[in-house]
T-cell receptor, first 112, second 114 residues
């Protein structure tokens, strides 16, 4: 079945860039997503990329997709303390109506 | 305000005592899902529903039931809870968007089964 892998922790200094990586196995993935979970809260959609794109930029966020290697990354520029959260990579081959396959989540820890 | 609500937010119960976690959305979405979140395992889908009276198993359905009698409500039922069902549960409602679908998550229900 589909599998999504990401490292569990990432520690960065405030003001530096954070890069969170994700690999997936389903070559038919149509959409790939990044969700953010703040402490004590549910998940919120942060950004997404369609499988025929290789890059998407949205303010401080840059998503890079290497479809050949099935590798997705999320770069957060100028990381702030408010960025401290768990970031989930997710994929769906059917667009996501029947649910997504999530990675285990990466805890982003910000050092002062 | 568009939202997904879950109740209760916290629940401590004993093995074998039937319980229901309610989920309601006010966005008229057809698709809804239940997930559980466990440390080191991420989110795993329990059940999903594509419309009223249409439900299907996700990745970890054992020990759970759901129903979808109305579009807005999608309760999760544990007929005989066991300690391995201690977890954080999320309900999600799905909206069709130009990029596919966006899932809106409820605030979560932390369940402890002793």
């Amino acid at each position: 079945g589909e599998d999504v892998e990401q490292s569990l922790f990432l520690s960065v200094r405030e003001g530096d860039s954070s890069v969170i990586n994700c690999t997936y196995t389903d070559s038919s993935s149509t959409y790939l997503y990044w969700y953010k979970q703040e402490p004590g809260a549910g998940l919120q959609l942060l950004t997404y990329i369609f499988s025929n794109m290789d890059m998407k930029q949205d303010q401080r966020l840059t998503v890079l997709l290497n479809k050949k290697d099935k590798h997705l990354s999320l770069r957060i520029a100028d990381t702030q303390t408010g960025d401290s959260a768990i970031y989930f990579c997710a994929e769906s081959s059917g667009g996501g109506a029947d649910g997504l396959t999530f990675g285990k989540g990466t805890h982003l820890i910000i050092q002062p | 305000e568009a939202q997904v609500t879950q109740n209760p937010r916290y629940l401590i119960t004993v093995t074998g005592k039937k319980l229901t976690v309610t989920c309601s959305q006010n966005m008229n979405h057809e698709y809804m899902s239940w997930y559980r979140q466990d440390p080191g395992l991420g989110l795993r889908q329990i059940y999903y529903s594509m419309n009223v009276e249409v439900t299907d198993k996700g990745d970890v359905p054992e020990g759970y039931k759901v129903s979808r009698k109305e579009k807005r409500n999608f309760p999760l039922i544990l007929e005989s809870p066991s300690p391995n069902q201690t977890s954080l549960y999320f309900c999600a409602s799905t909206s069709a968007r130009e990029f596919g679908y966006e899932q809106y998550f409820g605030p979560g229900t932390r369940l402890t089964v002793t």
